[in-house]
């Protein structure tokens, strides 16, 4: 049998689904069981506040997760990407809460609009990055650096809200199946195998970060998340995957400076 270069891509593209996959259940499996290496009894009472309102996270990221998941395999991309959305924004204010638990705990509790969250998500973004270069004893900043991670939001945010390009790439003709153009199924063409993987590597890097800021702060062992945190991230290097097309773009919207920065990072990942 002669496999032809689009033959070759969707194996490379199944190889990609299933180690993914592997490692999503691995991660939602840690969430389940986050409670665990906690003496709960020996945290003082604003202690086991601030666990209380990071467990009420913990539990809606499971939640969020478990759904995220179901979808994706039943095909439905963009209900996918709504929920992913939604566990990305949890996901963040969570580690925001982790930055100084007892403070922003109370925030938390003590917040009571409906229509506006305590912090903004860019702002959020941004102190979670200057936190992690703190941790890391990191004293310059990467270029773009929280664009880059606001970009995440950016793009999961395009489908949530169904801006014109998004939904019609999502509702696309399948060319992989009926020839027709419209009818009511799950929007899921072969030729988005690597958007698929791209939401959900995307919600799951993020989430096994919250849980390492989590058990950090509150599990007296978390080595093995660690270890968790280096296989996902060889796994990450070792697997080529194609730049989803509804992610295509151009200067005018980006800026001129950072479309540069990325034509130039393309090239060093390339060569």
């Known amino acids: 049998m002669k496999l032809t270069v689009r033959d070759l891509q969707?194996?490379?593209?199944?190889?990609?689904?299933?180690?993914?996959?592997?490692?999503?259940?691995?991660?939602?499996?840690?969430?389940?069981?986050?409670?665990?290496?906690?003496d709960v009894d020996n945290?003082?009472?604003e202690r086991q506040k601030v666990l209380g309102t990071c467990g009420i996270y913990l539990s809606s990221i499971v939640e969020l997760l478990h759904t995220l998941r179901d979808l994706m395999d039943?095909?439905?991309?963009?209900?996918?990407?709504?929920?992913?959305?939604?566990?990305?924004?949890?996901?963040l204010t969570l580690r925001k809460i982790l930055i100084d638990p007892i403070r922003n705990a109370q925030i938390h509790t003590d917040h009571a609009l409906t229509k506006k969250a305590p912090w903004r998500v860019y702002d959020m973004v941004c102190d979670v990055l200057e936190n992690e270069r703190r941790s890391k004893n990191i004293?310059?900043?990467?270029?773009?650096?929280?664009?880059?991670?606001?970009?995440?939001?950016t793009v999961l945010s395009s489908i949530k809200h169904g801006n014109p390009y998004t939904i019609s790439h999502l509702y696309r003709p399948d060319y992989s199946s009926d020839k027709k153009l419209f009818k009511l199924k799950s929007n899921d063409s072969l030729e988005d195998n690597d958007l698929k993987i791209y939401i959900?590597?995307?919600?799951?890097?993020?989430?096994?970060?919250?849980?390492?800021?989590?058990?950090?702060?509150?599990?007296?062992?978390?080595?093995?998340?660690?270890d968790l945190r280096q296989e996902f991230d060889r796994?990450?290097?070792?697997?080529?995957?194609?730049?989803?097309?509804?992610?295509?773009?151009n200067p005018e919207e980006m800026g001129q400076d950072y479309w540069d920065y990325l034509i130039e990072l393309e090239k060093s990942r390339k060569f």
């Open 10 to 38: 969707l194996l490379i593209n199944d190889k990609n689904k299933t180690a993914y996959n592997s490692m999503y259940d691995i991660i939602v499996g840690q969430f389940e069981s986050a409670l665990h290496y906690i």
């Open 74 to 91: 039943k095909g439905y991309i963009e209900s996918a990407g709504s929920i992913a959305t939604a566990c990305w924004e949890r996901i």
């Open 200 to 226: 959900k590597m995307l919600v799951i890097d993020n989430a096994l970060d919250a849980l390492l800021d989590f058990s950090k702060e509150f599990r007296s062992n978390y080595s093995f998340l660690e």
């Open 139 to 153: 004293t310059t900043k990467r270029p773009f650096e929280e664009k880059n991670f606001y970009m995440q939001y």
């Open 235 to 249: 796994l990450i290097g070792y697997i080529e995957l194609q730049i989803p097309s509804i992610m295509l773009t």
């Open 43 to 45: 945290l003082n009472e």
